[in-house]
């Protein structure tokens, strides 16, 4: 009778179980910082001209990402419905991962997010993206009895405010949405998990209503 090991079926299971971790090993992406802000400005101008893209939303594109997503950017916008991150930069599903806000303004959730997209995603480049006339920064200039959660909301908008009145600023509204933009990005670089990772850059933007165009501050 022949003798049974159980050698080779020892390999096998090892190998099996060496092959897991790499199968299941979420995919990140490539794309450098500098590479991501040039395919946003690109999309962006293809916005500003109407000359879209026509970025792949169709069922192989939802069976693709059904797989994992790799975003090469991570935008941190405001809620506002004019405002739409994905389409003024003219980008399709899984390309961009998006934080919305109103305000563009970071708490511990919005932060934790950021950091999900850039430590397990693999994304290089951060923005913060704010807008003309946003209505959070008006309603916080303005003052007034809000509730509670909205409050939270200006007193993350405040030392913007502040800091656009100390500027002696000719329009207080824009002065205000360019020291917020700012203000959000020191916070982001400011945090110790975004700032330890290798080729991560956070930079703050601005959506002008009229023209769709975004410009971006360095």
Not at 64 to 86: M, N, W, Y
Not at 107 to 124: D, N, R
Not at 198 to 207: C, L, Q, S, T
Request: charged share 20%; glycine share 8%.
């Amino acid at each position: 009778m022949k003798k049974i090991t159980c050698f080779p079926l020892l390999i096998m299971f090892l190998l099996l179980t060496l092959a897991v971790p790499v199968l299941a090993s979420p995919a990140v992406t490539s794309v450098t910082a500098d590479t991501a802000q040039k395919m946003l400005i690109d999309g962006n101008n293809r916005f500003i001209l109407e000359n879209y893209s026509k970025q792949p939303i169709g069922k192989v594109r939802r069976a693709e990402l059904t797989k994992g997503q790799v975003p090469f950017a991570v935008i941190v916008s405001c809620s506002d419905s004019r405002v739409p991150p994905e389409l003024i930069f003219d980008q399709g599903l899984g390309d961009i991962f998006v934080i919305r806000v109103a305000g563009n303004v970071l708490g511990p959730i919005e932060l934790g997010s950021v950091e999900y997209a850039v430590e397990h995603l693999g994304a290089k480049l951060v923005v913060v993206l704010g807008h003309e006339q946003c209505g959070a920064v008006k309603a916080t200039i303005d003052g007034g009895d809000v509730p509670p959660n909205i409050q939270a909301i200006a007193a993350k908008i405040q030392p913007a405010v502040t800091a656009a009145r100390d500027s002696h600023a000719k329009n207080i509204y824009e002065a205000t949405s360019q020291a917020n933009i700012i203000n959000m990005v020191a916070v982001l670089k400011a945090d110790t998990i975004l700032t330890h990772i290798h080729g991560v850059e956070i930079i703050g933007a601005k959506y002008k209503l009229a023209s769709g165009e975004v410009e971006f501050l360095q």
